[in-house]
């Protein structure tokens, strides 16, 4: 079990870092389903933070010369590190694809160049990828009513409930009502066709009668 201490990070500030024989050759914004305007204005300023803690901090101090970490910039050349994973499909690559990652060109490793790293992120809203967890999620609305977070949502449900109880049980009583009707409609029927048969049957007798008579 590892425990890491709690801090309220704010997602813009979150990004991805990937490690090719022990050269940074990319960058991704950590959450790319969310569009973050002053990425676009301060990029230059965060790749050099980025690049600066990897090579002071993490170059050549890490056991595989391939991996990813998770860094996030409190401010200005203030760079925490908060995590590492494996250099692989099993570490989403985010704004990368691995197929490019792992064909990505990272030179010599024992040359000391330190290769320009790409750093991506969303650069409009249009721009912005589905999440993978959002079908997994629930509307805003039921997570304030299950939280109890807003008590007018709960108000306006309980109404609703109670409408629909009112709505139901005058349905039931309207149908209650034509009942009756649709009953002694059906008496009336049975009384008519009965009427019918009787007149049938004695204008049958008359004729039976007459033609015994006659022969």
Not at 88 to 95: K, S
Not at 171 to 194: C, H, Q
Request: with cysteine.
């Amino acid at each position: 079990m590892v425990l890491r201490k709690w801090l309220d990070l704010k997602p813009g500030l979150e990004f991805r870092c990937f490690i090719k024989k022990n050269k940074l050759i990319g960058i991704s914004q950590r959450h790319p389903c969310d569009f973050f305007p002053f990425l676009g204005k301060g990029n230059g300023a965060i790749l050099e933070d980025i690049k600066l803690f990897f090579y002071n901090k993490i170059y050549k101090q890490f056991p595989d010369e391939n991996y990813v970490f998770d860094v996030y910039r409190k401010s200005e050349h203030n760079i925490l590190l908060l995590d590492f994973n494996p250099f692989g499909p099993v570490t989403d690559g985010l704004l990368f694809e691995w197929e490019e990652l792992d064909s990505w060109p990272d030179g010599d490793s024992a040359s000391e160049e330190v290769p320009e790293p790409v750093f991506r992120f969303i650069e409009t809203e249009m721009g912005v990828k589905p999440s993978p967890y959002q079908q997994h999620g629930m509307p805003v609305d039921m997570v304030d009513l299950a939280a109890g977070t807003d008590p007018h949502k709960l108000i306006d449900f309980l109404q609703m409930k109670i409408q629909s109880q009112q709505d139901d049980s005058s349905g039931e009583d309207d149908s209650s009502d034509d009942k009756p009707e649709e009953d002694m409609s059906n008496v009336l029927a049975k009384r008519t066709d009965g009427d019918s048969k009787d007149i049938d049957n004695s204008d049958s007798k008359t004729c039976t009668a007459d033609s015994a008579t006659i022969s």
